[in-house]
DNA sequence: TATTGACTTGTGATAACATAACACATATCT
DNA sequence: AGATATGTGTTATGTTATCACAAGTCAATA
């Protein structure tokens, strides 16, 4: 049975890791972007990538209004949205299609296309190079003469761990 | 400044073509489908099959439901969003997340990754071969254990003609 | 410092998208 | 016909996202 897959260095998200420090870094990595470009990283939208980056996780817009609520900061939607909006916009935060949420980015500043991989079980997302990917979409649609702007990527399945607890489940069903 | 582009060969979607015979022919292959696998494509599963195929772009579930309910199809946002999500799970129709829509599927019951162009000018919606896509995303994938299960690609974007519009617009900008 | 203009934040209201739960009908199989 | 599974329709509600407007902040500058 073993660890065909274990071998191989997990990403990120889906591992133990010095979260503190990624935190940090990022954030960091966000402030310097956002000085460089002139960008307004004001107290909401600060916060709201601070929010985000506490999990590798992507939260609904709703979710993080919720925290901002209990910040003192406004309580309608479209305070979250536009905080959102603004760090999407500037490439600090992606927006998760699929499941309606939104997640930092984990390289703010490089200029370079992502594609997520969404775990369906522990709703944990990685965000991985798509740089090949992008490619080879505006090659396909060169044919047909389109021309792409922004580009969706994004596959759901299950996350090494969640996967490595199923087949534990599976050697041992009849459980609880 | 010539065509790098208007010497390929347009995608249906974005051009003019038989469309009668396009409804009918995927109809009739949605059919072959439906009978081989055993699956119930009941009027109403049917009826939206059809009012997807009228036209190339997707429409959202409201839409579709507000069709049905003129043809004396319950009024209710389930009965649309049953029959359509029927027909997205046995490949019949796509689901377009960047726009929350539906679109039939060009060519049902051959085995195929799809990914899709969304005209953000017209709404118009191409769906084109990416097996290829998923290939390497799964490649992309596998070297953090990730399991995929379904894939979504998306481009927005501009296709062919409306390009060719605003081109037109910009040689001779104060109309109206 | 007063003014201006661009941008940001907060609010109430509402639009748009989607699902839950249940009753009844219809199809299939025996 | 009776039993079972599946499909349809309904009411009700949940979730996600935007509009429109008022008020506040900031930076540049007259």
């Given amino acids: 049975m073993s660890d065909a897959v274990s071998d191989t260095e997990p990403h990120a998200a889906f591992s133990q890791h010095d979260h503190a ?62 905080a959102l909006d603004f760090l999407v916009a500037n490439g600090l935060a992606h927006r998760i299609r699929r499941i309606n949420a939104f997640i930092a980015c984990d390289h703010p500043g490089e200029a370079h296309h992502a594609a997520f991989l969404v775990c ?40 090494p761990e969640c996967r490595a607890r199923a087949e534990q489940g599976t050697d041992n069903e009849a459980q609880e």
């Fill in 21 to 82: 420090h990624c935190v940090a870094t990022t954030l960091q990595q966000a402030e310097r972007v956002a000085t460089e470009r002139g960008l307004r990283l004001t107290p909401v939208r600060r916060r709201v990538l601070e929010i985000l980056l506490e999990r590798h996780s992507a939260m609904g817009a709703y979710d993080v209004l919720e925290r901002l609520a209990e910040e003192g900061f406004g309580h309608q939607p479209p305070v979250a949205y536009r």
């Fill in 120 to 159: 369906e079980t522990c709703n944990g997302v990685a965000e991985i190079p798509a740089d090949g990917l992008r490619a080879m979409l505006e090659a396909g649609a060169r044919s047909t003469g389109f021309a792409i702007g922004r580009a969706t990527i994004e596959a759901a399945g299950q996350c």
